[in-house]
């Protein structure tokens, strides 16, 4: 009678770690896949190609709003001491950079003055003007 | 009974060891498409020929007029692609550019009426080398080529009305696809 108990007991914890062992594994695989989307890389891509096609479809006189609180939870401590230089504009050129070690540029073809400014907050207000 | 106890060693042995090779593709088949999604640049190239299309459409006709700048008394003006890139406020000239090249390609053919098989205003801008990318059927050995946009609209002009057709191009491939 007791050596079934033991047996039963046994199987049992056998079968938690198991449960368990697999559950740590999940956890490690989605957590890759959400680094992988939510990386500085991928990030400054699509930013920047969403900025360049903002402006491009925009018109003078247009005042416009950019959440980049993903941006900013990506590498938060690194964004909270450069968030001004994260989003830079030079002529028809926008260049978004959330890390020391890289950056990705992308450029728009609507000739118009982008006057903008960011807040630490994680936002882009930009305003679009004549040249 | 030792003969029983043996056998089900072995199977869980063998169970446990599939079970690893079972982890072991999993975690392979993620890492792979993960890299494949990943590793591929965002292709927003057919957005923004659509939003060069409707931009140049914007500058052509206003309020469905013709821009005066095209058309007046009924006179085609024929160099109105030197100014065009002024008027229109286009600026196709990038740091960006591969090797110094234009990225970007468009047409204008303004017609007298449907069916009309020859334009009475054609104009174009941009890189010409590009043209052939929106002739080209499209498939995954042209991915690097230009991604196009067609645009068709009516537009009138001193009360005369005209069929109007935007083409536009857009090439920047180191940008949008693995090359």
């Not at chain 1, 989307?37 to 925009?58: C, M, P």
């Not at chain 2, 169970?15 to 593709?25: A, V």
Request: contains cysteine; aromatic residues 12%.
């Amino acid at each position: 009678m007791k050596k079934l108990v033991k047996k039963r007991g046994e199987l049992l914890i056998g079968n938690v770690i198991f449960i368990i062992l697999n559950l740590i594994f999940l956890t490690i695989l989605v957590v890759f896949i959400i680094k992988q989307g939510s990386g500085a890389v991928s990030l400054e891509q699509s930013y920047s190609k969403q900025i360049a096609l903002i402006v491009d479809s925009a018109k003078p006189g247009m005042k416009i709003e950019v959440d980049m609180q993903q941006a900013r939870n990506s590498n938060k401590e690194w964004y909270d001491s450069n968030y001004f230089d994260t989003v830079v504009f030079t002529d028809n050129l926008v260049t978004v950079k959330l890390s020391e070690e890289s950056g990705y540029s992308y450029s728009f073809f609507n000739d118009v003055k982008v006057s903008y400014d960011i807040y630490p907050e994680g936002k882009l207000l930009m305003v679009v003007s004549e040249k | 009974m030792i003969l029983n106890m043996r056998a089900k060693k072995g199977t869980d042995m063998m169970l446990s060891m599939y079970w690893f090779f079972i982890l072991f593709l999993v975690t392979a088949a993620v890492v792979y498409m993960v890299g494949l999604f990943y590793g591929h640049p965002y292709d927003v190239r057919e957005l923004e020929a659509d939003i060069l299309a409707n931009s140049v459409v914007d500058c052509i006709i206003r309020n469905g007029e013709l821009n005066s700048n095209i058309i007046s008394g009924g006179i085609f003006n024929e160099n109105f692609d030197s100014v065009f890139l002024e008027v229109c406020n286009f600026n196709f000239d990038s740091e960006d550019s591969f090797q110094g090249e234009i990225q970007y390609y468009g047409k204008v053919d303004i017609y007298s009426g449907i069916g009309v098989q020859n334009p009475d205003f054609e104009m174009k801008f941009g890189n010409l080398n590009i043209a052939s990318a929106c002739v080209i059927d499209s498939g995954k050995d042209f991915e690097a080529l230009a991604k196009c946009s067609k645009k068709r609209v009516y537009a009138t002009s001193s009360g005369e009305q005209y069929f109007v057709e935007v083409t536009t191009a857009v090439k920047k491939g180191e940008k949008n696809v693995n090359v």
